[in-house]
């Protein structure tokens, strides 16, 4: 990190505490400012922390950044293993005779953990997510909610025949 005049040696510190993954209230107690002060920092805050927020934010979100990059090669590096542990779960589940309640639970929530962890539809920048806050039942409704008016659509109805020769009529909308 770079040390631009304005930031303070409490602010560096709290910054490195940031980067050895101290929670924002633990750092405030450990320097001596209250919570709200730091989180006014964190965001950058100018009229409530002073002119140095805009500084202390930039460098708090590189922090951020390098700690989101750091979690995004650790979930790769781990996926494989993940999914090996997984399998091997579900095989073994998938081999008794009879489930438990306890194998159901399981069996749920794998289910739930794998839908919830399912990449987003990125466009560019923008990211939407078909599985925000939906349960695996509901997942299922929406899926077949969904396949039913894709179904629909093919199978419209189209303009009533007329006698060769003649101008045909739209039958009347009600509104």
């Known amino acids: 990190m770079s040390m631009p005049t304005k930031l303070s040696e409490k602010h560096w510190k709290v910054l490195e505490m940031f980067d050895n993954d101290m929670t924002r209230e ?5 320097i001596g400012w209250t919570k709200k002060h730091l989180d006014r920092l964190c965001v950058g805050n100018v009229e409530l922390a002073g002119g140095v927020a805009s500084l202390f934010k ?15 090669t650790l979930l790769k590096s781990n996926l494989k293993m993940a999914q090996k542990l997984m399998k091997e779960v579900f095989t073994e ?16 929530m794998y289910t739930n953990a794998i839908a919830k962890c399912q990449p987003a539809v990125n466009i560019k920048n923008l990211s939407y997510s078909y599985t925000k806050g939906l349960t695996a039942e509901e ?8 396949k039913t008016v894709a179904e629909s659509s093919f199978d419209r109805g189209g303009l009533p025949e007329t006698a060769e020769g003649r101008a045909g009529e739209l039958s009347e909308v009600d509104e």
């Open 26 to 30: 633990d750092a405030a107690k450990a």
């Open 58 to 72: 930039a460098e708090y979100m590189k922090i951020q950044k390098k700690i989101a990059n750091e979690t995004d």
């Open 93 to 108: 589940i998938s081999n008794k005779k009879k489930k438990t309640d306890a194998d159901k639970k399981i069996l749920s």
């Open 139 to 146: 997942l299922v409704h929406e899926f077949k909610r969904l």
